[in-house]
């Protein structure tokens, strides 16, 4: 693929192989602004800006370097581009790489798409990523659409987890409800995120808090607490990486619902609305409702994401099958989700006014701006120029 990619003359594109070095986020960084400077001669500008104390330790302060380097990439070309980071498998073992390329991905400027080359499965939340249709996941050439993890479809699972809504588990179909505190349950929902996982991610995601020594003694605790309510080992540790037992069949809700989304994206017709149908049916809920931890709210916009896609697919569905009535019910339930979707509103407003009831999109669009105005928001350009269309 990435072959293709340079033979594409109408691509424009930019690559950078992770070499033996780049064993942690500082020779990343500093290796992939020296080839990048190469391939586009004003590329580091905004990095070299960065204090002379910052650069001896990128760590330091992520975000301020991310914002450089989101700069420096967004610079890289006002047309569509794609960068590549080649062998990226040589990070495997470098958990600030990784989680800096994870914060990357989300704040890429529209016009780049990122392409991960790699031997192996990067370690990134591809669920999540995936779930915000954010990625997609390539062998070769085929598109991946389904066992994103490795085959999982059982007649029985031993384990079954269910994360959207508060979060339930059921060990060979009994609920588990001895778990000495929320943290051991918690913990096997973390696991499940992604392919493998190493317990410093682990530490970080739940005692940023603590000294590393501390929060190894605190992990240690909840994995035994989590052994001992399912009265096995679910989580092993190997070549340095947890993960589930394999020995286990787990059915997890999270990886249905993502490769359903998969399936409405590349679907058409009555498959695609049953596919659509099916993920809004699995949203019992927000992802691990009641919780607030910093991973478990950015898996929780992101499988919101995927029930307002899902939720919207549908509702075109039935306006174009002139089902006025249904599809703004539909719209209504994704508000709800995401209030401050400004797109899910326009559609309502046009909608109300469609179907003839002008007063009822006045009064939405009226709501809609108090709401706005009482959190010191205003509304776009956008949403005020449909309300004046439909009341021209």
């Known amino acids: 693929m990435v072959a293709q990619l340079f033979k594409d003359s109408n691509t424009k594109t930019f690559y950078y192989a992770l070499g033996e ?28 800006m960065l204090p002379y104390q910052l650069h001896q330790n990128f760590a330091e302060d992520v975000d301020r370097v991310l914002d450089a380097m989101v700069q420096e990439i967004a610079e890289l070309s006002d047309e569509s581009f794609v960068l590549i980071l080649d062998e990226y498998d040589r990070s495997d073992d470098a958990n600030d790489i990784n989680r800096f390329v994870e914060y990357l991905a989300d704040l890429l400027p529209p016009q780049c798409k990122l392409v991960i080359n790699s031997r192996t499965m990067p370690r990134l939340p591809w669920l999540s990523m995936i779930a915000k249709d954010q990625a997609i996941i390539l062998k070769d050439d085929q598109l991946i659409t389904s066992d994103i993890y490795g085959p999982h479809t059982h007649k029985k699972y031993d384990l ?29 929902f973390y696991a499940l995120d992604r392919p493998v996982v190493t317990r410093a991610e682990i530490c970080g995601a739940f005692w940023p808090n603590l000294d590393m020594d501390q929060a190894v003694n605190v992990f240690h605790v909840t994995k035994r607490r989590l052994h001992k309510a399912l009265d096995l080992d ?37 498959e695609q609305f049953a596919a659509w149908q099916r993920v809004v049916d699995l949203y019992k809920g927000p992802f691990l409702q009641g919780h607030d931890e910093t991973w478990i709210i950015d898996r929780r916009r992101a499988m919101r994401a995927g029930y307002i896609e899902a939720v919207v697919g549908m509702a075109q569905t039935w306006q174009e099958q002139g089902k006025g009535e249904a599809a703004l019910k539909l719209y209504r339930s994704a508000i709800e989700e995401a209030y401050d979707r400004e797109d899910l509103h326009q559609a309502v407003i046009i909608l109300y006014n469609n179907l003839g009831r002008r007063g009822e999109a006045a009064a939405h669009f009226q709501q809609l701006e108090k709401a706005f105005k009482d959190q010191g928001k205003s509304l776009s350009e956008a949403t005020i120029q449909t309300y004046n269309d439909i009341m021209a």
Not at 161 to 172: I, K, Q, S
Not at 181 to 186: A, D, K, T, V, Y
Not at 245 to 252: F, G, I, K, Q, R
Request: hydrophobic share 35%.
């Open 234 to 270: 679910v989580l092993l540790h190997i070549d340095n990486y947890y993960q589930i037992n394999s020995d286990l069949t787990v059915y997890y809700d999270i990886v249905d619902y993502v490769e359903t989304l998969v399936k409405g994206r590349y679907s058409e017709g009555d």
């Open 160 to 188: 079954e987890v269910f994360a959207l809504g508060p979060g339930f588990v059921r060990l060979n179909g009994d609920l588990v409800d001895t778990w000495e505190g929320h943290l051991p349950r918690l913990l096997l």
């Open 21 to 48: 070095n780049d064993t942690n986020l500082q020779s990343f960084i500093e290796s992939f602004a020296h080839d990048m400077s190469a391939q586009h001669p004003t590329f580091g500008r905004h990095l070299y």
